[in-house]
């Protein structure tokens, strides 16, 4: 995700936008290191284990040198290539005991149990997929951010379920309960990944295919994972200028925490009230305290 830095011009409005009014810093809980460029985190109740992709090199590349680690709510690393042979996996979602794993073209399913690669889902044509998110009935929606492409995965069948100009770029996505699907858009980018607009959240109505703004459609960053908070609103990254925003169910975004750039995908751990955010750029998977 290398980009450059003309994005500066926009963020005069965006911080106007997201201001930091009645919003309390996240506390930092632990940090662990080791990893290469760590793009995801996924929180797993069921084993009490966090699983952190690891890019390892281009993220457009089939390289195949990234592998997905696995952690503790400690911070411990308990295995740091736990999973290996994948080419770049980004996003990570989880659905009963697979995990699975955004891998460039491919959707890689991961038995949990085993430790293994049990299936490579080719999404025909796609560039990059990004970021995963699963619906109550385990279909599997993955990104492709350069081409406007949502693709579904449900059994061994992955399709298209939408391409669209209005997703801006998508790269963050969050299931929810009632068939939408939100969208942390990136903003209409250039190659090297800069915008001269960011983006903000959009949603999409998975039966009519609609995209819509989640309220406010003011510019909120480059924006990567999103999470519930567990107060009826959402724990959102933005990649490029390394913020953590709290986003209400009105678009209206909060920012929480300023952090270093390529804070990326990330997880949370609700009993906890741990923010999993991996920063891309130091190689680290920082747990956040957010009330």
């Known amino acids: 995700?290398?980009?450059?830095?003309?994005?500066?011009?926009?963020?005069?409005?965006?911080?106007?936008?997201?201001?930091?009014?009645?919003?309390?810093?996240?506390?930092?809980a632990?940090?662990?290191?080791?990893?290469?460029?760590p793009e995801s985190a996924v929180y797993d109740k069921a084993t009490g284990a966090i699983y952190v992709s690891n890019v390892n090199?281009?993220?457009?590349?089939?390289?195949?040198?990234?592998?997905?680690?696995?952690?503790?709510?400690?911070?411990?690393?308990?295995?740091?290539?736990?999973?290996?042979?994948l080419n770049?996996?980004?996003?990570?979602?989880?659905?009963?005991?697979t995990l699975y794993a955004a891998d460039v073209d491919q959707i890689v399913a991961i038995d949990i149990a085993k430790g293994e690669?049990?299936?490579r889902h080719t999404a025909e044509g796609a560039k990059f997929l990004n970021d995963?998110?699963?619906?109550?009935?385990?279909?599997v929606y993955a990104s492709d951010m350069p081409t406007d492409t949502i693709w579904v995965l449900e059994g061994d069948t992955i399709a298209i379920l939408l391409h669209d100009e209005e997703l801006n770029n998508p790269n963050g996505l969050l299931a929810l309960?009632?068939?939408?699907?939100?969208?942390?858009?990136?903003?209409?980018m250039a190659e090297d990944f800069s915008t001269k607009v960011p983006g903000h959240m959009r949603v999409i109505d998975v039966a009519s295919k609609k995209v819509s703004d989640l309220g406010d459609p003011t510019p909120v960053g480059n924006l990567d994972g999103i999470e519930p908070d567990g107060s009826g609103g959402y724990?959102?990254?933005?990649?490029?200028?390394?913020?953590?925003?709290?986003?209400?169910?009105?678009?209206?975004a909060t920012k929480l925490l300023s952090m270093n750039k390529g804070a990326a995908d990330l997880g949370v751990v609700p009993d906890q009230k741990l923010a999993l955010i991996p920063m891309m750029m130091d190689g680290t998977l920082v747990a956040y305290k957010v009330e």
């Not at 457009?60 to 040198?65: R, S």
């Open 88 to 97: 770049s996996p980004t996003g990570l979602t989880l659905v009963g005991g």
């Open 1 to 28: 995700m290398n980009a450059g830095e003309h994005w500066l011009l926009a963020i005069g409005a965006m911080v106007v936008a997201a201001g930091t009014a009645g919003a309390a810093e996240p506390q930092k």
């Open 117 to 119: 690669v049990t299936g």
């Open 57 to 85: 090199g281009d993220p457009m590349q089939k390289d195949g040198n990234g592998f997905i680690s696995k952690v503790g709510t400690d911070g411990k690393v308990s295995a740091a290539e736990w999973v290996k042979g």
């Open 235 to 252: 724990l959102v990254t933005d990649w490029m200028n390394g913020v953590l925003f709290r986003i209400a169910a009105d678009g209206k």
């Open 177 to 188: 309960d009632d068939g939408r699907i939100l969208v942390g858009s990136w903003g209409r």
């Open 30 to 37: 632990w940090e662990a290191s080791g990893f290469k460029q």
């Open 132 to 139: 995963l998110t699963a619906d109550k009935q385990g279909r």
